[in-house]
């Protein structure tokens, strides 16, 4: 039994599928404000930049002129005696390992959920999650 293949079939496929991928990159592009279609712009929508009083151009990025930044500490020393090393910075995140008070910590980033600061950790035997900084002692080192 011979079996009778589509002349052309595959490059027909290729070519759809080549379509298909250049219409989702065009939406793509459209959904981001037109950059690279034709006739558009790289000028963000909704017009020209609003001034403020001098012509100078009024920025859309947050203001962040007034966000304190605090130094990283060199090392963490479990403090309570109900510590966890959680999956994500949240509360309500999965605990990985309870940790025990003494414990070194290793601080990599820290930063903040709704309520509270955090810290991703490395723990002395590698694993690697968040801690409450309120469970934790900060060692900033010499200064």
Known sequence: M???SVPGFSSIFILLSQVVFAQGLG???KLLGGVGQKNSSVAPRGGTPKTEA??????????????????MPAALTV????????????????KLLPLSRGEKLVPMIQGTSANALW?????????????????VAADYGRQ
């Open 2 to 4: 011979k079996t009778r």
């Open 27 to 29: 939406e793509y592009g």
């Open 54 to 71: 001098g012509g100078k151009a009024k920025s859309r990025a947050p203001d962040v002129s007034n966000v304190a930044v605090s130094a």
């Open 79 to 94: 403090e309570s005696t109900e510590a966890a090393l959680y999956a994500r910075s949240e509360e309500w995140a999965d």
């Open 119 to 135: 810290y991703m950790v490395k723990t002395e035997t590698g694993a690697v999650g968040w801690v409450k900084a309120s469970d």
